[in-house]
């Protein structure tokens, strides 16, 4: 192609929804974005318009995407990109993804051109059809998934290069200090992230109206930030005006989109509590599950669930199979119990995770 082996080595990273602090996309891109400067590569990073972040990893930020037009842009971007040296790597990959890139596709694209990281499933008979299609039309796809179940169903879709990446973490941003034997003291129960009802916000509120009614003085912090884009569904406004009429004086709302370190700081002598749908997370990855461990936070979550077996297999948290206020805050009250070891096991995960879920491994399987 005429191009040096300096100049081809260019990392273009797709998110869309990146347009913001809310949410995990930032730490996410960054994380990637860091690990793949490391390895010698410049990085394109296309976002959202509202994307006015400074990343720290010297990557190039394209604030491009328009809200309502951003599959029209996707498609022509990835009609550009896929003609330019470099890799691909679409960071929050759905099934448009798919579709857009086969369109865009010319003849004869190199094997790995672009990796495709897909977060989570939901199958349904047409998504199957579909990525069959996809899968026997572009062999040069490479696909990750950060779980077994997830890597298992795009295999089975006929994709020939899948792999299983762990979710990645910026290892600098695993809590330096961290104490071993757990000394760090309760303060607050937290229930941290987007307010949605699918990760628990109407349970959360019944928590703090269990607590008001009970005369409990117990501190709790609960992040009311809204979706991507600033969208809340009419179930969260209901509960938000319910939480208003209860008046809990211990009860502290943020907010306002948290710098990260200020986000971290929720963690620290925190319980986490997330009463997360079990049918919307039974292999679904929890950005605030992997923030609470690699803070030294213990927590409660929901059974049945990828959290839950992350959290039984540190012996940093307690799992709850009904999502009702007395269960959840009974957890809770499991852990202040051993306060101190249920922290020391938090802590020990953080080391643990700092490896698996390296930004590496996702970084090294987008420029194999």
Known sequence: MGE????????????????????????????VAKAATAAGWAVEVWAGRGAVLELSTGASLHPFFHRRRRRFQALALYWRLLRRPGR??????????FLLLRAAAP???APGKATLFVHWVRPSARKARVLEAVARSCPWMRVAGPTATVAGYLRERGFAAVREVPYPLDPGRIAPGLSADGSTPFTHLLFAGAARIDKGFREAVSVVARLAATGSTLPVRLQVSPKHYGKRDAAVDAELDRLARIRYAPLELVRETLAPEEYDALFRGAI????????????????VTLDALRNGCPVVVTDGTWMARVVTEAGAGVTVAELTAEHLLAAAETIRADDAGFRARAARA???LRERHDPRHLVETALA
């Open 350 to 352: 953080a080391a643990v």
């Open 107 to 109: 003849k004869g694209v």
């Open 272 to 287: 986490c509590v997330q009463p997360y749908r079990r049918e919307d997370f039974v292999d679904r990855i929890s950005g």
């Open 4 to 31: 040096t082996a300096r100049e081809q080595k260019v990392l273009h990273i797709v998110e869309p929804t990146l347009s913001s602090d809310e949410g995990h996309c930032r730490p996410f891109v960054e994380a």
């Open 88 to 97: 691909i790597l679409v960071a929050t990959a759905g099934t448009a993804d």
